[in-house]
């Protein structure tokens, strides 16, 4: 199940591609994955972050697989090799890493300052107080419970009955709090057709809800850069679907629509009216979309499971 778990990925790391012409931007079978990593982001915090979250699912990944978390991050070369290159772009320093080995796990930012950049503790994010950041922290908690229970579905036929089924299935090491109330998220589910995870936030707006896979921010404090992001995390739910259904990612972005796991895969870009890019390997056993976005920067991607932005 190495690529189910592959895919849970979506939770966060540091890819960034220049974005062409429909017929630019897209990689051959068999190019060098390393050849679009860079160091790039919104802002040396937020990579941090994507770095520190990207270990975490890469711990996750890990358990999955060996049933306890490594005794270093150099393990995780087993998971993927660049992993254990990640360090803090502020001070590149490797992050700071503490386990008991099968309940708990520790991931910190390296950087002497204070504060730093903060830590990851068992899958939940713990980032200095910032409430601007709480949206998209609070965002990201449910885009990865949305991609966990797109595994979920693919393994099991079904959607979870409550998110601790996930916690149990090894998908989510626990369930997160939404940063701002510190409260669960509220799930709710038919069992088959629809599923949606609303953030507990008791204001309104709060943060918005995910049904089907599909974000719904507010749209007073959304733009076209986070209704592309948007978009992308739904297509890469859908791939894990995809995925736990025909044990491998579509040749086309289209099998998403004549599968079935997703009708509306054909949204495009809010900002320039174009499809995603997409590209798999030969074996479909990884996988790239793009923003379209015709000038630099784009919106960013998402490469087997893992974000950009």
């Known amino acids: 199940m190495k690529r189910i778990a592959a895919a849970a990925a979506l939770l966060g790391t540091v890819l960034v591609l220049s974005c062409g012409s429909p017929s630019e931007g897209l990689m051959e079978p068999g190019t060098d994955a390393s050849q679009i990593l860079t160091d790039g982001g919104p802002g040396e915090a937020s990579a941090c972050h994507s770095n520190m979250r990207a270990l975490s699912e890469g711990l996750m990944m890990f358990f999955g697989l060996e049933n306890r978390y490594p005794d270093s991050l150099g393990e995780l070369v087993a998971i993927d090799p660049r992993l254990v290159l990640l360090s803090c772009p502020s001070c590149s320093l490797p992050y700071l890493y503490e386990t008991d080995g099968f ?6 930012c390296p950087l002497p300052d204070e504060p730093n950049h903060g830590y990851m503790e068992n899958g939940q994010a713990f980032w200095p107080p910032d409430p601007s950041t709480w949206p998209n922290v609070c965002h990201g908690n449910m885009i990865g419970m949305s991609m966990a229970i797109a595994m979920f579905f693919g393994q099991n036929d079904r959607y979870p009955e ?33 599923y949606t995870i609303v953030c507990p936030l008791p204001v309104d707006p709060n943060h918005g809800w995910i049904t089907d896979g599909e974000c719904s921010w507010p749209p007073d404090t959304s733009g076209c850069t986070d209704f592309c992001h948007s978009n992308m995390c739904c297509l890469a739910s ?18 998403l629509g004549t599968s079935g796991t997703m009708e509306n895969w054909d949204r495009p870009c809010p900002a320039c009216g174009r499809i995603y890019h997409y590209w798999t390997d030969e074996e479909g056993q990884i996988y790239l979309i793009q923003c379209p976005l015709p000038w630099d920067p784009g919106h960013g991607s998402v490469y087997d499971g893992m974000i950009s932005w």
């Open 103 to 108: 309940d708990n796990y520790f991931i910190g």
């Open 162 to 194: 409550n998110l601790d089924e996930l916690v149990n299935q090894g998908l989510i090491p626990q369930q997160p709090f939404c940063p701002a109330c510190s409260s669960l998220y509220i799930y709710s589910t038919d069992g088959q057709n629809t």
């Open 238 to 255: 859908a791939m894990a679907m995809y995925y736990g259904r025909y044990n491998r990612y579509p040749e086309e972005l289209s099998l």
